[in-house]
């Protein structure tokens, strides 16, 4: 009884389908009801009303693997009103992901894997980091054109390795939101034909009915923006869902929104229609009487019935097997899995001293940017209207237009924060490395998408010119003053500021071989003098997030000035794991984890403690991270114990890209390799290493008994060496 997802329409359904449908949508609606009413908060009355929305995308037309969240092949799925993420939790569930029934018991709980907006990175099959409405939309536009882009390049007759659709679910919110408009007006440009957006027409935000705020006639606007359109009456008609589905796939030449008609916590006798079942749980009464309205078996909370947990556990067969057809075609291509070509930073220019050389670093930028690009055809993006200016352009890399998306140059139009969250899409998809621009002071305009990036490690680079000096001409609105400041406040963001085109040219190596987050290089309009190299240090200081140019005469400066351009998440656990383990260690990380300030254990602050479901980052300002290095000297343990290497951690060099400094054990192999006091490793069999969290992932316990080639930096001389990873100590 199940369709095919090849999009026929539904035979008229027996008796008995009928029933096993509404069993199978009603598991859903209680769901949603019990996990919120479990934790008494969050949102269940979206989840209900789009239950049957979810039970026909997922059983009739999504293409995707519960055993596999990652196929490549896979339609992508954007829950962009991310607070109903209860759907999300219960189709994953349903469909046997790596999601357990306990994980829903546990929705909005510390360190679950439900938290109240979903995250990408956390729960299985979880596409996008949503909650900030519009973001969403934009994300998927992103997917959608990277989809047309690799399909256009890979796809030849008969191979089709890169057909799927993007889906993306978005409330009244998501369109209200300007972001959204900025990015479903490309789309319709564009023509992603593949793209398919579901409206859920609830007419009810957390303020009341729409009607207060909201008359626009979304059919027509999405029809002027190019996209077709089509209407559910009824978002309980599953045939009408369907038919609208599968007439939106047949519709190749241009994007699908279809518009649901739905009733907010759908079955509930007296919070149906009402703005209270957005963002509150129904009451224990409340929930009760639904069940017994919607003719649910049991009163036992988070009950699921055999029947429908067998119907929709069909996922997993049909997943294996679509999954198994695509791989057929599939012929690894390097791009597809992320991997850098070999050499690919071979030729990069060199610069030379002044007066001859002297340019913009947007100039060298646009140098630089074009000698890699041959080499990573993945680069691909723009800006938004000011390519001539940020001088990202590739050349000779045509222009994404509708029907040319494999093209490389993406022209946003006038839209960052559109073209923001589409880079985020783009990097969510993958087999692209997206690239976006415009003048710093409009950095502002993207924040949204920028702060999400970073969040999610996500490997977009942001190239942002005319930075504060020299810039005027152009009077006080167009002058950056806090954007720099505001920009290195944002955790995970790598924001750097190269000095001169020598270092533009490192910066741009370091945001190519950054790929846990987003890389923004602050450029200048005008012409700075090229640092005469033979006299000064090697630019590749730039990797460790600072290096001394010019030490003063005789060592001793007369004053000093700080100039730290980053200072990263010094270390990281994902989930568990390390974190846990120094918060046993030290009573300051123990106050870290409580959130807030992080003390040591005189009571002076050293860091704060940035925390959320899904990460703990310890955000530490540069001018205490001797403080933190003193106190994980002191108590070293884990770093030691873990690592089984004889390295500890007791200097943090930067949080940057790079460099972490060790100390040896004198009886440790790392001594007995030649590893120095002081040494500061900037890569790990051939990957820079990006702050110590990332070097702790690197040396997982896995890593036991492989041979690693360490890369150092002793001052200026470059060091490589061949260790073995020794067994784990037994932890003191
Ligand atoms: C950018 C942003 N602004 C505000 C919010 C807070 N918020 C969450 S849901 C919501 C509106 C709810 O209405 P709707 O989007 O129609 O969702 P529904 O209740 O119908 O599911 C708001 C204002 C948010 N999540 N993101
Ligand atoms: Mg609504």
Redesign the pocket.
Same mark, same amino acid.
């Given at each position: 009884m199940t369709k095919p997802v090849s999009g026929a329409a539904p035979s008229p359904p027996t008796a008995r389908a009928a029933s096993l449908d509404q069993l199978c949508i009603n598991t859903v609606r209680a769901l949603a009801m019990d996990a919120v009413q479990r934790a008494d908060s969050g949102?269940p =009355?979206?989840a209900m009303a789009l239950a049957p929305v979810a039970y026909v995308l997922w059983q009739r037309h999504l293409r995707y693997n519960p055993a596999n969240p990652d196929w490549f092949g896979r339609d992508r799925f954007v829950l962009s /009103?991310g607070? /109903?993420c209860m759907l999300l939790y219960a189709a994953l569930y349903l469909t046997g992901y790596d999601l357990s029934l306990d994980d829903i018991k546990q929705f909005r709980q510390w360190g679950s894997r439900t938290p109240g907006h979903s995250e990408h990175g956390l729960t299985p099959g979880v596409e996008a980091t949503t =909650?900030?409405?519009?973001q969403g939309v934009g994300n998927a536009v992103g997917m959608a054109l990277a989809e047309a882009h690799l399909a256009q390049l890979f796809n030849r007759p008969g191979h089709s390795v890169v057909d799927h659709h993007t889906y993306f679910l978005a409330? !009244?919110?998501?369109l209200m939101?300007g972001v959204s408009h900025e990015a479903c007006s490309l789309a319709g440009h564009l023509r992603l034909g593949r793209l398919i957006g579901i409206y !859920?027409d609830?007419r009810?935000?957390?303020d009341g009915k729409t009607d207060i705020t909201f008359s626009d006639d979304t059919a027509k606007r999405f029809e002027s923006y190019g996209w077709h359109v089509e209407r559910v009456a009824d978002g309980n008609d599953l045939g009408a869902l369907d038919a609208a589905l599968a007439a939106a796939r047949r519709v190749a030449d241009r994007p699908s929104l279809i518009i649901v008609r739905t009733h907010?916590a759908f079955g509930s006798p007296h919070k149906q229609d009402t703005p209270e079942a957005?963002g509150a749980p129904l009451g224990e009464d409340e929930v009760k009487l639904t069940k017994q309205r919607l003719g649910w078996p049991s009163l036992e909370p988070f009950h699921v019935p055999d029947d429908a947990l067998a119907h929709w556990r069909l996922a997993r067969e049909r997943g294996a097997r679509l999954e198994a057809e695509w791989s057929k075609k599939y012929d690894a291509y390097r791009r597809l899995t992320g991997r850098l070509a070999e050499g690919w930073d071979e030729g990069l220019p060199t610069f030379g001293p002044p007066p001859g050389d002297a340019q913009a670093t947007r100039a060298a930028s646009g140098k630089v940017l074009n000698v890699i690009a041959p080499k990573l055809p993945e680069l691909v993006g723009g800006s938004a209207d000011l390519a001539s200016s940020t001088n990202v352009v590739f050349k000779n890399g045509g222009d994404v237009s509708a029907g040319t998306w494999g093209a490389r140059n993406v022209h946003f139009g006038v839209r960052e924060h559109g073209m923001g969250a589409i880079l985020n899409g783009l990097a969510l998809h993958g087999g692209v490395r997206p690239v976006g621009s415009t003048f710093l002071i409009f950095s502002d305009y993207m924040r949204p998408p920028i702060r999400l990036a970073a969040l999610c490690d996500l490997p977009v680079i942001y190239v942002f010119t005319h930075d504060s000096i020299g810039l005027g001409e152009d009077g006080p609105t167009h002058q950056p003053i806090e954007q720099l400041a505001a920009l290195r406040a944002v955790p995970n963001l790598v924001v750097i500021r190269p000095a001169d085109a020598t270092e533009t040219v490192e910066a741009w190596r370091m945001a190519i071989l950054s790929r846990a987050g987003p890389v923004a290089l602050v450029l200048t309009r005008q012409k700075v003098p090229v640092i005469d190299r033979a006299k000064y240090a090697p630019a590749n200081g730039v990797r460790l997030g600072g290096y001394v140019l010019a030490d003063a005469r005789d060592g001793k400066p007369a004053a000093s000035l700080g100039a730290v351009s980053f200072v990263g998440p010094p270390w990281r656990s994902l989930r568990g794991g390390l974190i846990d383990a120094r918060i046993e260690l030290d009573a300051g990380l123990r106050r870290a984890s409580e959130g807030g300030l992080a003390l040591d254990a005189e009571g002076r602050t050293f860091g704060m403690a940035v925390f959320g479901p899904r990460r703990r980052t310890l955000v530490i300002p540069m001018a205490t991270i001797g403080r933190v290095a003193e106190i994980l000297a002191a108590k070293g343990r884990i770093a030691r114990g873990y690592l089984g290497l004889g390295l500890q951690p007791v200097k943090l060099d930067s949080g940057g890209i790079g460099a972490m400094a060790i100390s040896v054990d004198a009886k440790g192999p790392g001594a007995a390799a030649g590893v120095r006091q002081g040494d500061v490793i900037v890569a790990w069999n051939g990957e820079a290493i990006r702050g110590v969290h990332h070097l702790l992932r690197a040396l997982g316990p896995d890593s036991v008994g492989s041979t690693v080639t360490l890369s150092l930096r002793r001052a200026a001389e470059p060091l490589e060496l061949k260790l073995t990873i020794g067994e784990r100590p037994e932890s003191q």
């Open positions: 949102h =009355g979206t /009103a607070h /109903a =909650g900030p409405l519009g409330s !009244d919110g998501d939101e !859920d609830n009810i935000t957390i907010i957005h």
